[in-house]
T-cell receptor
Framework: GENVEQHPSTLSVQEGDSAVIKCTYSDSASNYFPWYKQELGKRPQLIIDIRSNVGEKKDQRIAVTLNKTAKHFSLHITETQPEDSAVYFCAGAAGNKLTFGGGTRVLVKP | SAVISQKPSRDICQRGTSLTIQCQVDSQVTMMFWYRQQPGQSLTLIATANQGSEATYESGFVIDKFPISRPNLTFSTLTVSNMSPEDSSIYLC???????????????FGEGSRLTVL
């Protein structure tokens, strides 16, 4: 089955700086890669996703890149703000099932 | 989008007892998924609940421990049986955005049921 590795496990950045989270996956059949944000005590919510037919996608301060050959994808958050502080999960899907990475706890220091 | 209601939102349970978690969706969906999130950990898929057929369990999860019902296209239950402290987790119900058309990608999550087993 799919295995998704996520790094780093924790990330501390100064407000205004950029944050980058990286994930690798094992199943070459995976074709959908979402990123979820989970604030403390809340449910995970989708912030951006990318499918295997594109290499990059951007939504305001958030961007995701995908390298199918190397089987890795990354989340980039620019101009970080305190409200970006949360746990971020990457995931990979082949078919109906999502496999999540281990999560990255991001702390944005004001 | 889908609105998912889960209950109970939290409970404190005694070792050896069982608890059933309910999940109600505001629209018909083909698949419902049950995830477990242990304290400070990621989300692990327990099983996929299919309407009209038995649930499909992931490696490490068995029906005797986590029986699942799916009586219709908007409702599912997960039972955590014979609980031990190791079962203390958040249990999350989720559905795919495709509804009856089938999965299209995005998963929507319920608010979760936080179980503490003493």
């Amino acid at each position: 089955g799919e295995n998704v590795e996520q790094h780093p496990s924790t990330l501390s950045v100064q407000e205004g700086d950029s944050a980058v989270i990286k994930c690798t996956y094992s199943d070459s059949a995976s074709n959908y890669f979402p990123w979820y944000k989970q604030e403390l005590g809340k449910r995970p919510q989708l912030i951006i996703d990318i499918r295997s037919n594109v290499g990059e996608k951007k939504d305001q301060r958030i961007a995701v890149t995908l390298n199918k050959t190397a089987k890795h994808f990354s989340l980039h958050i620019t101009e970080t703000q305190p409200e970006d502080s949360a746990v971020y999960f990457c995931a990979g899907a082949a078919g109906n099932k999502l496999t999540f990475g281990g999560g990255t706890r991001v702390l944005v220091k004001p | 989008s889908a609105v998912i209601s889960q209950k109970p939102s939290r409970d404190i349970c005694q070792r050896g007892t069982s608890l059933t978690i309910q999940c109600q969706v505001d629209s018909q969906v083909t698949m419902m998924f049950w995830y477990r999130q242990q304290p400070g950990q990621s989300l692990t898929l327990i099983a996929t609940a299919n309407q009209g057929s038995e649930a499909t369990y992931e490696s490490g999860f068995v029906i005797d421990k986590f029986p699942i019902s799916r009586p219709n296209l908007t409702f599912s239950t997960l039972t955590v049986s014979n609980m031990s402290p190791e079962d203390s987790s958040i249990y999350l119900c989720s559905v795919n955005s495709g509804g009856l058309r089938g999965p299209t990608g995005e998963l929507f999550f319920g608010e979760g049921s936080r179980l503490t087993v003493l």
